[in-house]
C-alpha cells in the first residue's frame, strides 16, 4: 500500500491512512475490486484532489443529491434503499471536505481493466435488503426446551359447547388430557397423563357450577384448600386446581381405573348384605375423617364411590369429587338430597349422613327409598317415609337394619346420626354381626337354608362344622363283655327329662339374645349428651325457665314484618374491611330510627375482635340508655363443638370489661334459647359507681354467644347488651333485652340461614 500523497509505501493491510499526512492509502493491487463497496471499481479511475488531502474527522458528514433515474441501462435505487459500508464512505471522501458528489462526474468515469489473473466482478446496482424489525418472541431461547408439549399455555379458556375439543392440551403446564369422560350440569371429567411423575394418570374436572353465593364460594375455596392438606386412604387426594382465564375453576386428583357402585348396581343389582356392610362402613369412616376436618361432600351418590381392587385380594372403596360440588340438587343427584338441601338450607354433617344411607339402601335392595322427579314431590315422599322396609324386600336381612337405615333418611335432620361414623358402625352390625350370631346359636334349625341366604356373611363349611359341633357326640361301641356296660356308669336320665332341658337351654338362649338386642338397640339410639360449662347453679332464659335441649340444628328462619318508626340493617360485606371483612357473618335486624347508629368498628389489635354495628338509645343530654353492638367470636360451628370453648370466651369477657366499666362483676353464665329455638351461651354481669356530682349510676349487661349450627362455620354472633339506671324499665340484670326497647331490637335479629 502506498500513500498518493507523500508515495511512502507501507505492508499491505497494515494500516489505512498515511501517518505522515494523513491521507488515504492505496492499495498496490486496485484494479477495480480493493473494496466491496457500491462504489469500488470507480476509484480507481479518480484523480487525485487537493480536497481529498484533509485528515478525516472523527464524524464523517456528507450530503448526497437526488440520483437520476438512470445510470446507463441499470435504473438506481430509491434513497431510502441506499444502504453504505463505511469502507465505500471512506473510499469516496473525506468527509466535510467534500459538500456533494457529483454523479454525473462518475456516470463517464470507466472502470480500469482488470489483470489477466483477476476476474473481475461485475458491477452491482441493485438494492440491497431493506431493514426490517425483529419480533423477540422469534429469537431462540438461549436453553434447551425439554418438553415441547408445554408451549400450549394452561390458562387457555375451556369451551364447554366443544369438550371434546379439550383432549391434547396441557393443564397447567404439567397434565396432558388424553381423554374425555364425560360429564353433566355440574362438571366435566377428562383423564390426563402427569408430565412429571411417571406413568400416573389424574382426572382433571372442569367445574361447571357456580357457588350459591358469595360466602359458599369461600367456604368451598376454604374446604378445597383443607383437602389439599388431607389424606385418607378411602378418599381421593386432591393433587391441584386452578382457574381458567374464563373463570372456569378445575380440579386434578387421583385417578382409579375401577367401577363404581352405580356400575356395579346396573350390571347386577343388589349387593350381598357383607359386600355393603364393608363398603358402608369405610365410607362412613371416611366421611367422619373429612367432616372433623370441617370438609364436607355435598354430592354423595354411587357415581362418586369406587370399588378398587388393585392390590388383588382385598376390596378398598374409595370417595371422589370431594369439593366438586356446592350442594345444589340437580337431576343426577336429586333422589339422594336430604329434606333440608330440598328446602333450600344449607348443607351439613346430617345432610351427607342421609345420602349416604340412600345409597346403602340402594345397595340393598336394589332401589331407590323415595320417589319423585321434582324437589317439591320428593319432598313429599321423604316426609312420609319410605312405604317398603328393606327387610320387606329381602326377608334374609334383620329387622335392625330397617331400624338403622330409618334413623339415618329422619326428615328430621337433629334425629339422624350426629357422625357418619356411628352410622357406618351400626349398619354393619346389623348386617354382619346379628346374622352371624343367630347362625351359630342355632345350627340345626334349617342350617342349609339359612346357609344358602346368607353365603356371604357365613360359608356354608362353617355352617356344617357349627351343626357338628352342637351336637352331642356318639359314644363308642361297648366291647361285649360278661355282665352289662350300663354296670360300670352312671345311670343315664329319661330321655323325656333331656328333651324337656334342651328346650330350656334354647328359650334360656332366646331370651338372653332379645334382652342383648334390647340393650344394643338402646346403646345405638341413645341421644348424645353434653355437659355444658356453667358458672351459675342452673341455666335459665330470659324469662327464667329452666332449659333442657341438645338440639344441634339451626331453627328455620323467621319472616319478621318491620315494627314502624324503625329502620332495617343488613350486614353486608360491602362496607368491611379489616378482621370484619375476614370473619364475616350475616345476619339482619330492625332498630328505633331515634337511636344512634355507628357503622362498622374493625379491630386495630391482633388480639382485639371488631364490631359490625353499634346502635345506642341516648338521654336527651347525651348519656347512654341501652345500647346493642354485634360481633363476631371463633367458634367450630355447633353449640357442643363450642362448649369446650365458652370458659375461655367468659374469662376474656371478663378481663376485657373489667378494663372499661368500674366495679365490674359477673353475676351469672350458661346456656339460653332465643327467637326461634337459637342456642347461645349468657354471660350477665353489672358495674356502676358514683359520678363526680353524686349521682349513682348502674350499668346491667349481658353477652351473648350464639353458633351458627352448622359444622364447619368458622365464627358465630357475639352480642353485646348494655342498659344504664338512666333508663325507666330496666331496674335489674334481668330486665336487659327483656324490657325496654333493646327488647324489640333482639327479637328482630336474625342470624343468616346461608354459610
Not at 92 to 120: G, H, Q
Not at 135 to 161: C, K, M, Q, T, W
Not at 290 to 298: D, F, K, N, S, T
Not at 497 to 512: D, M, N, P, Q
Request: charged share 25%.
Amino acid at each position: 500500500m502506498y500513500c498518493p500523497k507523500c508515495k511512502q509505501t507501507f505492508e499491505e493491510g497494515s494500516r489505512r491512512f498515511c501517518p505522515t499526512d494523513g491521507a488515504r492509502l492505496i492499495s498496490d493491487s486496485i484494479g477495480g475490486q480493493a473494496a466491496a463497496g457500491v462504489f469500488a471499481s470507480l476509484l480507481p479511475k479518480i484523480e487525485t484532489d487537493s480536497r481529498f488531502d484533509e485528515v478525516l474527522p472523527e464524524v464523517p458528514h456528507f450530503i448526497i443529491n437526488e440520483p437520476e433515474s438512470e445510470i446507463g441501462q441499470t435504473p438506481l435505487p430509491a434513497d431510502d434503499d441506499f444502504f453504505f459500508e463505511l469502507d465505500d464512505i471512506d473510499d469516496l471522501m473525506a468527509a466535510d471536505a467534500v459538500d456533494e458528489i457529483d454523479l454525473d462526474t462518475l456516470r463517464d468515469i470507466e472502470p480500469a481493466p482488470a489483470k489477466p489473473f483477476e476476474i473481475l466482478e461485475p458491477l452491482d446496482l441493485a438494492p440491497r435488503p431493506v431493514a426490517r424489525k425483529i419480533n423477540p418472541y422469534e429469537i431462540p431461547a438461549g436453553h434447551v426446551n425439554l418438553d415441547i408439549e408445554r408451549a400450549v399455555p394452561f390458562s387457555i379458556d375451556f369451551n364447554e359447547e366443544e369438550p371434546e375439543g379439550f383432549v391434547g392440551r396441557i393443564v397447567k403446564g404439567r397434565y396432558k388430557v388424553t381423554e374425555f369422560l364425560g360429564g353433566d350440569e355440574s362438571s366435566i371429567a377428562f383423564l390426563a397423563e402427569d408430565k412429571i411423575v411417571e406413568d400416573r394418570k389424574v382426572l382433571v374436572r372442569i367445574l361447571l357450577e357456580d357457588p350459591a353465593d358469595e360466602i359458599i364460594g369461600s367456604i368451598l375455596a376454604e374446604e378445597r384448600v383443607s383437602l389439599s392438606h388431607f389424606s385418607h386412604p378411602n378418599i381421593a387426594r386432591l393433587i391441584d386446581s386452578g382457574t381458567f382465564t374464563n373463570g372456569k375453576e378445575f380440579l386434578v386428583s387421583e385417578f382409579f381405573d375401577a367401577l363404581s357402585i352405580a356400575d356395579i348396581l346396573n350390571i347386577h343389582g343388589q349387593f350381598s348384605e357383607q359386600r355393603t356392610a364393608r363398603v358402608i362402613k369405610q365410607i362412613a369412616g371416611a366421611l367422619s375423617e373429612a367432616h372433623q376436618e370441617g370438609i364436607l361432600h355435598r354430592d354423595l351418590r354411587p357415581e362418586n364411590m369406587i370399588l378398587d381392587t388393585a392390590d388383588g385380594e382385598n376390596e378398598q372403596t374409595i370417595l371422589v369429587n370431594f369439593g366438586a360440588s356446592n350442594g345444589q340438587p340437580t337431576p343426577q343427584n336429586l333422589p339422594y338430597k336430604s329434606p333440608e338441601i330440598l328446602e333450600g338450607r344449607t348443607a351439613t354433617i346430617a345432610s351427607d349422613v342421609f345420602s349416604l344411607a340412600v345409597v346403602a339402601y340402594e345397595m340393598l335392595t336394589g332401589r331407590l327409598p323415595f320417589s319423585g322427579s321434582t324437589a317439591k314431590v320428593l319432598l313429599r315422599s321423604q316426609n312420609s317415609g319410605y312405604a317398603v322396609l328393606p327387610s320387606e324386600i329381602r326377608h334374609e336381612l334383620a329387622p335392625t337394619v330397617d331400624d338403622v337405615l330409618k334413623k339415618a333418611m329422619s326428615y328430621s335432620s337433629a334425629d339422624r346420626y350426629t357422625k357418619a361414623r356411628d352410622f357406618g358402625d351400626a349398619l354393619f352390625a346389623a348386617l354382619t354381626e346379628v346374622r352371624a350370631t343367630a347362625v351359630a346359636e342355632f345350627p340345626a334349625v334349617q342350617p342349609i337354608r339359612v346357609a344358602a341366604k346368607t353365603r356371604a356373611a357365613v360359608p356354608v363349611a362353617a355352617t356344617i362344622a357349627a351343626a357338628t359341633a352342637a351336637e352331642p357326640p356318639k359314644p363308642a361301641p361297648a366291647k361285649v363283655t360278661a355282665e352289662p356296660a350300663w354296670k360300670n356308669r352312671s345311670p343315664e336320665p329319661p330321655a323325656e327329662e333331656t328333651s324337656r332341658a334342651k328346650i330350656f337351654a334354647v328359650a334360656g338362649i332366646l331370651t338372653l339374645l332379645v334382652l342383648l338386642g334390647l340393650g344394643w338397640y338402646y346403646l345405638v339410639n341413645i341421644p348424645e349428651r353434653i355437659d355444658v360449662p356453667q358458672q351459675a347453679e342452673h341455666v335459665t332464659d330470659a324469662n327464667n325457665a329452666t332449659i333442657v335441649s341438645n338440639t344441634e340444628m339451626p331453627p328455620l328462619a323467621r319472616t319478621i314484618q318491620q315494627p314502624p318508626n324503625t329502620n332495617f340493617y343488613q350486614n353486608s360485606k360491602s362496607n368491611l374491611r379489616g378482621d370484619l371483612l375476614r370473619n364475616f357473618v350475616g345476619f339482619t335486624m330492625f332498630y328505633p330510627k331515634d337511636w344512634k347508629m355507628n357503622g362498622p368498628q374493625p379491630s386495630n389489635v391482633p388480639t382485639a375482635r371488631g364490631k359490625f354495628i353499634d346502635i345506642a338509645r341516648l338521654a336527651p343530654d347525651g348519656r347512654m340508655q341501652e345500647q346493642m353492638l354485634v360481633g363476631y367470636y371463633p367458634s367450630k360451628g355447633t353449640f357442643m363443638m363450642d362448649a369446650d370453648t365458652f370458659p375461655q370466651l367468659v374469662n376474656e369477657t371478663n378481663e376485657t370489661l373489667k378494663k372499661i366499666l368500674p366495679g365490674y362483676q359477673m353475676v351469672s353464665s350458661g346456656e339460653i334459647k332465643l327467637n326461634g329455638e337459637w342456642r347461645a351461651y349468657e354471660i350477665k354481669f353489672q358495674a356502676g359507681g358514683t359520678s363526680a356530682s353524686g349521682e349513682k349510676l348502674i350499668v346491667w349487661g349481658r353477652r351473648l354467644f350464639i353458633p351458627a349450627a352448622r359444622p364447619a362455620v368458622r365464627n358465630g354472633f357475639e352480642i353485646t347488651m348494655l342498659a344504664t339506671s338512666l333508663g325507666e324499665e330496666i331496674r335489674s340484670v334481668d330486665d336487659v333485652g327483656v324490657k325496654g326497647q333493646l327488647a324489640q331490637v333482639l327479637y328482630s335479629f336474625e342470624p343468616s340461614q346461608n354459610f
